[in-house]
């Protein structure tokens, strides 16, 4: 089955850097890589995603890259704020609607002012 | 937007009690909706698929028998937890697909087991 990896764990910027966020995933299947925000005690939340016939998508601060020959996708925030700290996840899924999300492990991201 | 509700949304019970989760799509028809299990600080494991009108289909690992899911309608899925246990302390997140076909979550049910 499909199996994904995020990198890093957690992630420690200063207000006006940039993040980058990385995953790796294992099912040359999958074609739809969403990405998570997750803030402490809620629901994740859809930020940005990305289908498997598109290599680039942005979305103001947010972008997300995807490689599909080497199966690996990427999240870039750039001028990040301290309301960007929170645990992002990447997740990989055969299709958009009717498979199962499988989720990356995590990324602590903290911002500081 | 698509809108998908859990009930209840947290939950403290006795060991060897059992603990019924609802999810329900509030806007719209959900013929799948997935179960998602998270402790704390990991990610998110997918524990079964729920198809409305059959028999859920489980991750490996995951016992059927202790969780039961039910999907009779459209807009409405069980998770029952059978004879709970300290390890299943948890927060459990449904799913399920709506507008623009993005899977839409539920705000999560946090259960504690004592």
């Known amino acids: 089955g499909e199996n994904v990896e995020q990198h890093p764990s957690t992630l420690s910027v200063q207000e006006g850097d940039s993040a980058v966020i990385k995953c790796t995933y294992s099912?040359?299947?999958?074609?739809?890589f969403p990405w998570y925000k997750q803030e402490l005690g809620k629901r994740p939340q859809l930020i940005i995603d990305i289908r498997s016939n598109v290599g680039e998508k942005k979305d103001q601060r947010i972008a997300v890259t995807l490689n599909k020959t080497a199966k690996h996708f990427s999240l870039h925030i750039t001028e990040t704020q301290p309301e960007d700290s929170a645990v992002y996840f990447c997740?990989?899924?055969?299709?958009?609607?009717?498979?199962?999300?499988?989720f990356g492990t995590g990324t602590r991201l903290q911002v500081f002012p | 937007g698509a809108v998908v509700s859990q009930h209840p949304s947290w939950v403290i019970c006795k060991s060897g009690t059992s603990v019924k989760i609802e999810c329900r799509s509030l806007d719209f028809q959900a013929t799948t909706m997935f179960w998602y299990r998270q402790f704390p600080k990991q990610s998110l494991m997918l524990m079964a698929t729920?198809?409305?009108?059959?028999?859920?289909?489980?991750e490996q690992g995951v016992e059927k028998d202790k969780f039961l899911i039910n999907h009779a309608s459209l807009t409405l899925s069980t998770l029952t937890v059978t004879s709970a246990h300290p390890e299943d302390s948890s927060f459990y997140i449904c799913?399920?697909?709506?507008?623009?076909?993005?899977?839409?979550f539920g705000p999560g049910t946090r259960l504690t087991v004592l």
């Open positions: 099912d040359s299947a999958s074609n739809y």
């Open positions: 729920s198809n409305e009108g059959s028999k859920a289909t489980y």
């Open positions: 997740a990989a899924s055969g299709a958009i609607n009717t498979d199962k999300l499988i």
């Open positions: 799913t399920g697909t709506g507008e623009r076909d993005t899977q839409y």
